[in-house]
Structures are given as structure tokens and as C-alpha cells.
């Protein structure tokens, strides 16, 4: 059972996807229950996969390896690290919060929509399991397809605009991807003698260097594109502020997760020498995007925008804390991976709330909700505090270790990236202050109704995890620790082999300068003689 835990969490929702094929289009709700069952089994297969994962156990769990396409190589091959699984889990939860949020604000369309959600969660969570090349670009193709229906469909007035943007910057980055693929593939095979795209065996691969460099370049261009790492961070805000809430949320909570963890899971293992040369320029970026997306957030009109942009200054975090190269930079980012899925997630949700009562997002058009829509302002706060990483919330625990990293690796860096975290505080309550607090100025507000108990529902497991990641974090980072360990080994042999190589080198050279010395000593000598 264990064996084939993987493959039932990534293609149970698929088979939901299959079965909406047969529930005619009228009958809506039938829909979005079967929807919405077939996402928390889901969600329920994923905690089981929680609950057998051994934390102790360091390498992959619940392996599957099974021939698949045997004339080139191809494998089936399943497995995950705590990494990959917090990163299941959440995917999971997120699926059946979203489609609890769409339930009244998706009205036509409904059974595409819904086909499109599950279908995406079978990419997603397929990208988390995949140890095997090919089959991690196949899943990472499939999410390009039902996102890019749900924003250009179910989206905003420049739809798509947003959807064909997506398109192009991801297709660009799997573009590169692709090539580097079929690179390493027969590298392998030039070295070993077998053609594989197998995650595992390619990482006892020796990659030269002059080629690593180049290798890491297309994957990294690839996964900075999905961050998105500044500058390639221009399709987000539009994708964000056009998508529907559902698919803004799977934004920010999973799908941009994708990048960071392609950097953790393929470009360090199998590059270290390479992730160690690019350190400083991605480390300048993602400082760079800290700053740049916090100082633009402030100047947003639209509090789904200055939430969008808000993103581009959090994963900066996460990049900086993955290329800190230590332990406590690299948890910290895992973590914080997680963090911004639940707060930038819960974000979204309650900004789709408010827009379906005002159909407006701009934040002079509020002011004074806390009088009239009380539930609504408390779970509001308890977000925003999340978001800028008030002590006993998420946020703090992952951002205290990014910069805890950051400052080992690199003081100047620690303390530029530290100004983030004063200027997310300066956007988040400077926003929640104009929307929330003051007296109600348009009439239109007054008449609001509060959250309705489905929306407490759906708010009310972001809460209890934002507490729980807050103050009491240890199960998260017990099934952590061993797959980052295991990360920096090889990160650090690189180093100390580059260091063994500059000794080696260093005593080449002085060797030779005791023979050089030695000969002229001795001709010296004999011309005296």
C-alpha cells in the first residue's frame, strides 16, 4: 500500500476530473460536491502520506520505479523527501479551500472550471513526487494547461492578456529546461553507458564544471521564471490581479513554489560547483526583488495588486535563505515556502470575499469594515500579522531563519534584507488601516454582510495553521532536516573539493618554485666553481 500511496494522490483527482465528465453541465452543484469530494480525499490521502512519513529517515520514502517507456530510458519513478511532502500537504489543502471559495463566485462554466482545478492538482502534486526527469517536465507541462484555461476563461477583463503572458514566459523557461534535459541524458549515457533520466542516478553523474555552468543557467532561467525572481517577475502581478481567487491563490500557494523547489530538488543537488559560482548574482536578485517588490507594493491601488506584488518581495526571501548554503537559511526558506502559501493564500481568499460583496478591489473605495463587517476585519488582521511575520505567527519562523542564514552567509546581505521586513510591515497595516479602520465615507459599505459560515470554514484551517507553524514548528522541521542535510553534503563536498583543488595548486606552485630555486642555486654554484 505504501508503494502506491504516491500515484493515488496524484491521479485520485484526475479520476474525480474524468467522472465530472459524465455530470451534465446543468447540474451544477452535483459538480462542485463531487468536486469538492474528490479534493478532500485527497486532502485525506495526503495526510496519511504525512502520518507514515518516517522524520528520522533521511533519502526518498514510498519509492515506486517502474520501467515506463524501457527504449529510451524512462522510468516511473516516485518518491518523496519532507520537503516534497509539506509541499503535498499544502497543495492539498489548498485544492479544497479553492473550491469551496468558488462555490457561489464561479457561475458559468462550472464543470471546466472544476475539471481544470483537478487536473492542475494532479500537476502539481506530480512535480512534488517526480524523481524522474522526463516525468517532472511532463507534470510541469501539465500545469501550464488548466492554468492558463482558468485565468483566460474565469479571469478578469484583461484575461487574456494575463493567460497568453503566462504562457510564453513559462513556455521559454521549459524551452531551456527541455535542452538541458536532453543534455544531461546523453552525458550520462556517454559516461555510463546507459541512457536514464533517473533523478538519483544522475546525481552520482560528475558534471565538468564549464558544463555545469551552462546546465544550471537553463534550469535556473526556467525556475526563476516561475519564482518569479527579479526580473523575470512581469507576468505575475498581471496573472494574479486577472485570475479568478481561486487560481490567484494556487498562484501564490503552489505554483510558485514550483521554482524554489526546482532549485532545491535538481539545480543544487546536480550542480553544486555552479550553484556555488552563480551564489552572489542570484543572492543580488533576490535582494533586489526584497526591496523592489515591497517599495512597489506600497504604491498600489488595488488590494489585489499590492498582494501580488507583495509576492515577488517574499520569494526573494526564499531565494536569498536557498542560496544562504546553511542550515539554518535553507529550513528557513523551506518553511517560509509553506508560510507564504498559507498567508499570501488567505490573502486572496479574503480579497475575492470583499469583492464579491463591492466588485471593486481599490482600496480608497473602502474604509470603516471593521464596523460592519467585523468577522471579516479580525480574520483580516490575524493575515496581515501573519504576512509580515509578527512573532508567534508563520511568517516569523521562516523569515527569523532566511535572515539568521543570510547573515552567516553574508552580513551586507542580512542586513540590506533585513529593511524587507520593516517595509512589508510599513505596505501590509498602511493598507489594512485605509480598508478596515475610519469611519465608513461610502454608503455602499455600510450595507455589507459579514463573512457566511462557509467562509468562516474556509478561513478557519489558515488559522490554526498559522498559529500552529508559529509556535510550535518542530513537526515541520523534524521531516525538513534530513533533505536539506542531505543537499548541503553535496554542496559542501564541492566546496571542500574546490578547496582541495586550490591547495593541490598552491603546492604545485611551490614545489616548482623549490625546483626553480634549487636549479639556480646549483648553477650559481657551479659558475662559481
Known amino acids: ?3 502506491l500511496i504516491l500515484p493515488l494522490v496524484i491521479f485520485f483527482p484526475s479520476i474525480g476530473a474524468l467522472l465530472l465528465l459524465l455530470v451534465p453541465e446543468r447540474q451544477a452543484d452535483t459538480i462542485r460536491g463531487v468536486s469538492l469530494i474528490v479534493s478532500f480525499v485527497t486532502m485525506l490521502l495526503s495526510f496519511a502520506v504525512y502520518y507514515w512519513f518516517d522524520p528520522v529517515a533521511s533519502g526518498m520514502q514510498f519509492e515506486l520505479n517502474q520501467l515506463w517507456i524501457a527504449s529510451v530510458g524512462i522510468n516511473f519513478h516516485l518518491g518523496i523527501d519532507g520537503i516534497s511532502l509539506l509541499l503535498i500537504v499544502l497543495t492539498t489543502i489548498l485544492t479544497v479551500l479553492c473550491i469551496l471559495s468558488s462555490w457561489r ?23 512534488f513526487c517526480a524523481l524522474d526527469l522526463f516525468l517532472f517536465y511532463i507534470f510541469w507541462e501539465v500545469m501550464l494547461i488548466p492554468m492558463y484555461f482558468i485565468i483566460g476563461i474565469w479571469g478578469g477583463p484583461r484575461k487574456i492578456y494575463a493567460a497568453i503572458k503566462f504562457v510564453l514566459f513559462t513556455m521559454i523557461g521549459s524551452l531551456l529546461m527541455l535542452v538541458a ?19 538519483l542516478q544522475i546525481m552520482s553523474m560528475q558534471v565538468p564544471y564549464q558544463a555545469q555552468l551552462w546546465l544550471f543557467a537553463a534550469f535556473a532561467l526556467a525556475f526563476a ?30 505554483l510558485l513554489k514550483m521554482g524554489t523547489y526546482g532549485f532545491i530538488r535538481i539545480c543544487m543537488p546536480l550542480f553544486p560547483e555552479a550553484t556555488i559560482a552563480y551564489l552572489p548574482y542570484i543572492c543580488i536578485l533576490s535582494i533586489i526583488a526584497i526591496i523592489y517588490g515591497a517599495l512597489v507594493s506600497m504604491v498600489q491601488k488595488d488590494i489585489k495588486s499590492l498582494v501580488a506584488f507583495s509576492s515577488v518581495s517574499h520569494m526573494g526571501f526564499v531565494m ?7 542550515q539554518n537559511g535553507v529550513e528557513g526558506s523551506v518553511m517560509q515556502m509553506i508560510n507564504h502559501g498559507v498567508s499570501t493564500g488567505a490573502l486572496f481568499l479574503l480579497v475575492g470575499m470583499i469583492y464579491e460583496r463591492r466588485h471593486t478591489r481599490m482600496i480608497a473605495d473602502f474604509g470603516g469594515l471593521a464596523k460592519v463587517m467585523p468577522a471579516f476585519s479580525v480574520f483580516f488582521m490575524i493575515v496581515t500579522l501573519s504576512s509580515i511575520g509578527l512573532p508567534l505567527t508563520n511568517g516569523f ?32 497595516l498602511w493598507m489594512y488601516q485605509r480598508v478596515v479602520f475610519g469611519k465608513v465615507t461610502n454608503a455602499q459599505n455600510e450595507k455589507l454582510s459579514d463573512l457566511s459560515p462557509r467562509e468562516k470554514l474556509i478561513l478557519v484551517p489558515i488559522v490554526v495553521l498559522i498559529f500552529w507553524i508559529g509556535i510550535y514548528p518542530k513537526p515541520f522541521f523534524e521531516r525538513i532536516e534530513p533533505a536539506v542535510k542531505d543537499v548541503l553534503t553535496k554542496i559542501n563536498g564541492a566546496r571542500l573539493s574546490s578547496a582541495d583543488d586550490g591547495q593541490d595548486a598552491a603546492q604545485m606552485f611551490i614545489d616548482e618554485s623549490k625546483e626553480i630555486s634549487t636549479v639556480v642555486i646549483d648553477e650559481g654554484v657551479t659558475a662559481d666553481e
Open 397 to 428: 519562523v521562516g523569515e527569523f531563519l532566511i535572515l539568521l542564514g543570510a547573515f552567516k552567509a553574508n552580513v551586507v546581505y542580512g542586513i540590506v534584507a533585513a529593511s524587507g521586513v520593516i517595509l512589508a510591515a510599513c505596505y501590509m
Open 105 to 127: 463566485s464561479v457561475t458559468k462554466g462550472v464543470k471546466g472550471f472544476h475539471i481544470s482545478m483537478l487536473v492542475l492538482a494532479t500537476g502539481m502534486i506530480g512535480v
Open 1 to 3: 500500500m505504501e508503494h
Open 320 to 326: 536569498l535563505g536557498l542560496f544562504a548554503l546553511n
Open 181 to 199: 534535459l536532453i543534455y544531461i541524458y546523453f552525458e550520462f549515457h556517454s559516461l555510463t553507458g546507459e541512457y536514464s533520466f533517473d533523478l
Open 225 to 254: 521564471i516561475k519564482v518569479p525572481l527579479f526580473p523575470f517577475h512581469t507576468w505575475l502581478p498581471d496573472a494574479h490581479v486577472e485570475a479568478p481567487t481561486a487560481g490567484s491563490v494556487i498562484l501564490a500557494g503552489v
